[in-house]
């Protein structure tokens, strides 16, 4: 099993920045990618950005490209989000996920419990 804690979540204006962090633990050998996802009130959950294990490939969701940097520090088995420019569209909860096969998919294998971002204008 792998178990995933996000933190990093708060209220922020818009135009500031937040840092979400998520911390790995268990069997993180199986782990082939580190994502993290949103849910907004009343929309489905999408796909923010992604990192495969090895830290060579990163996706971007087009509406947080250059905005929103994903990176991993290997010896802290932990994955970030360092998210700038934020917008009120940006509100909504965020999820960490591990994926033991996959990049770009919603159908990660692992999940944390998530942490709100709240964007105010």
């Known amino acids: 099993q792998v178990q995933l804690a996000e933190s990093g979540g708060g209220l922020v204006q818009a135009g500031g920045s937040l840092r979400l962090s998520c911390v790995v633990s268990g069997r993180t050998a199986v782990i082939y990618a580190m994502a993290w996802f949103r849910q907004a009130p009343g929309a489905e959950r999408e796909l923010v950005s992604a990192?495969?294990?090895?830290?060579?490939?990163?996706y971007y969701q087009n509406s947080v490209k250059g905005r929103f940097t994903i990176s991993r520090d290997a010896a802290k088995n932990t994955v970030y989000l360092q998210m700038n420019s934020l917008k009120p569209e940006d509100t909504a909860v965020y999820y960490c996920?591990?994926?033991?096969?996959?990049?770009?998919?919603?159908?990660?294998?692992?999940w944390g419990q998530g942490t709100q971002v709240t964007v105010s204008s």
């Open positions: 990192v495969t294990w090895n830290g060579i490939t990163t």
């Open positions: 996920a591990a994926d033991r096969n996959q990049l770009r998919t919603n159908r990660y294998d692992y």
